[in-house]
């Protein structure tokens, strides 16, 4: 059992550093491309991005994850269910997105130029959440080789179609630039779609179930069981991160500060240092992903001493995977700057927030258990607790620290999020199952 989970471990591993990567060669090029004011719009659209992506998935995927790796349910009637789901919600946000494009990109980002790149989103959002349901599909049956594929593939292809789109066309504006890069998604999530559904096709053949079967195939309170609480939790951060730029514009310009320095500094600060701080975190998610089938097995098994094991020994392990990365990020995080980004703009906020930042790798393991336990309901209120503090503290800290305030309201919520996830893991992993 422990070779073999050193084995998926390692090749887990070894898959998605290569994808990563070929994610981290695609940020590089694009940094090259765009130049710092086209990074600085690519940077200022992408939370809105994140906010369309979290409302059109409405955490389905994950759902399916849960759902497919549970013997019980079968996967045809989660996948159709799921993707029924999806495409309602897809329609809607894509609606709304026509509709509030303009608003967003005038009064609340103050910025014109990133009208074309909002409605750029439009093809992605159906696509992110088609792909999410199949990737969480292979990821619950544990079949992560053509998950890595498909994940190298749409790096890849959004490389392709950047570069050769870009070069091949006249100088542009940046806003144009940026609407190519936002559309590189769309292609790089198509070309996934495309070769997970082939390896799909060869595993199962799903077929659309009659008007009499569709109640028993459509397994909406199961799927919307798990999705609800994580949607709750994962739209509070997003919208965080959505409102954060916005905040951050509204407060400075009112005290006469240039709103595109204000675009340029948080562009450094969320683009280039945030960004590079999270790079090695891809360790965090194959430690996640191995992690959770366990513990669910230790669970359903009721061996609580198990599970207790596996979680110190993950948090062990992500302790030991952020240490080099801290180190290389303190030391030389000018040259990882320089290498990632062509400037070393922010190496100053990259050092001294390295090493506080190690309280993210520890944080995976602790949310594992949570999800195991199904604590979904203690998780979404930590969520809430977070980002209440994060929004408070950005408002207050916003007009004596300027956009540094992000680094340090990031790192505050990190600090209370990991207090609550320790307490909550304690009091259900430890103190409860020793009075059972």
Not at 65 to 74: D, E, G, Q, T
Not at 103 to 114: G, T
Not at 355 to 380: C, D, G, W
Request: charged share 15%.
């Amino acid at each position: 059992m422990k070779r073999k989970l050193i084995n998926s471990f390692l090749v887990l591993s070894a898959s998605t550093m290569i994808t990563k990567v070929f994610s981290i060669l695609n940020r590089m090029m694009l940094s090259r491309l765009l130049d710092e004011q086209g990074m600085a719009l690519y940077i200022l659209v992408i939370p809105t991005l994140s906010l369309c992506i979290t409302l059109a998935q409405f955490s389905i995927p994950s759902a399916v994850f849960r759902l497919v790796s549970n013997p019980k349910y079968n996967n045809k009637k989660v996948i159709f269910s799921a993707t029924l789901i999806c495409i309602v919600s897809c329609l809607c946000i894509m609606c709304g997105l026509t509709v509030f494009s303009r608003m967003i990109a005038i009064d609340f980002l103050k910025q014109e130029k990133a009208f074309y790149p909002i409605l750029a989103m439009l093809p992605f959002i159906p696509l992110v959440a088609i792909s999410g349901i199949v990737k969480n599909y292979f990821l619950g049956r544990e079949d992560v080789w053509n998950l890595s594929i498909a994940q190298l593939l749409e790096e890849v292809a959004r490389i392709i179609f950047t570069y050769f789109i870009i070069k091949a066309l006249p100088p542009m504006d940046i806003q144009y630039l940026v609407t190519v890069a936002i559309l590189a998604m769309s292609i790089g999530e198509l070309c996934s779609i495309g070769y997970l559904m082939l390896r799909l096709k060869r595993k199962t053949t799903l077929r659309k179930p009659t008007k009499v079967e569709f109640e028993e195939h459509f397994l909406f309170k199961d799927l919307m069981n798990i999705a609800l609480p994580l949607t709750g939790s994962r739209m509070i951060h997003t919208c965080y991160n959505f409102l954060e730029p916005i905040i951050l514009v509204l407060i400075l310009t009112g005290i006469g500060v240039n709103e595109g320095e204000i675009h340029l500094q948080y562009a450094v600060i969320s683009g280039y240092v945030i960004s590079i701080l999270l790079t090695p975190t891809f360790f965090n998610n194959v430690v996640l992903r191995l992690l959770i089938p366990i513990l669910n097995r230790d669970i359903a098994a009721n061996k609580m001493y198990d599970l207790r094991k596996h979680v110190l020994v993950a948090v062990i392990v992500c302790l030991f995977i952020s240490i080099p990365f801290t180190c290389l990020f303190y030391f030389w995080g000018d040259k990882c700057l320089l290498i990632m980004y062509n400037t070393t703009n922010g190496y100053d906020y990259l050092k001294y927030m390295s090493i506080p930042f190690t309280l993210f790798y520890l944080q995976t393991p602790l949310s594992a258990t949570l999800q195991a336990l199904n604590k979904n309901k203690e998780m979404f209120f930590m969520s809430i607790l977070e980002c209440l503090i994060e929004f408070i503290l950005l408002i207050v800290l916003t007009p004596y620290y300027g956009v540094l305030s992000v680094a340090i309201v990031l790192l505050v919520g990190l600090f209370i999020t990991l207090l609550l996830s320790v307490y909550h893991v304690y009091q259900y992993a430890y103190k409860e199952s020793a009075r059972l």
